[in-house]
């Protein structure tokens, strides 16, 4: 099985900064894409981030110039440094991992428990 475990969320000031990290492990052959997604109360789940191998990253209109999203191969790892922080981006902040546990071509999806990020005005 594979597992995703948050960390690095928290309550900060309107402008402040946060990173979350997220770890992935279990039988892993190979990780395609890491993303973060984020929901706030009342509101669908909606993509913040992705990144998908080398520099292709994607990132919400929302977010653009304020959030980078970074992979750490080696580790299985995806975080999300996120500046100049809102009201409105507060949300639980999940992550998600497209990945394959074998050599087929078969991709699985998983995510992780999700992490309070809560921006105070």
């Known amino acids: 099985q594979v597992q995703l475990v948050e960390s690095g969320g928290g309550l900060v000031q309107a402008g402040g900064s946060l990173r979350l990290s997220c770890v992935a492990s279990g039988s892993i052959f190979s990780i395609d894409e890491l993303a973060w997604h984020r929901q706030a109360p009342g509101k669908q789940r909606e993509v913040v981030a992705r990144a998908l191998g080398g520099e292709n990253v994607r990132y919400a209109d929302s977010v653009k110039g304020r959030f980078t999203i970074s992979r750490d191969i080696a580790k299985n790892t995806v975080y999300l440094q996120m500046n100049s922080l809102k009201p409105e981006d507060t949300a639980v902040y999940y992550c998600?991992?497209?990945?394959?546990?074998?050599?087929?071509?078969?991709?699985?999806?998983?995510w992780g428990q999700g992490t309070q990020v809560t921006v105070s005005s």
């Open positions: 998600c991992a497209i990945l394959g546990t074998d050599s087929t071509r078969r991709r699985y999806q998983y």
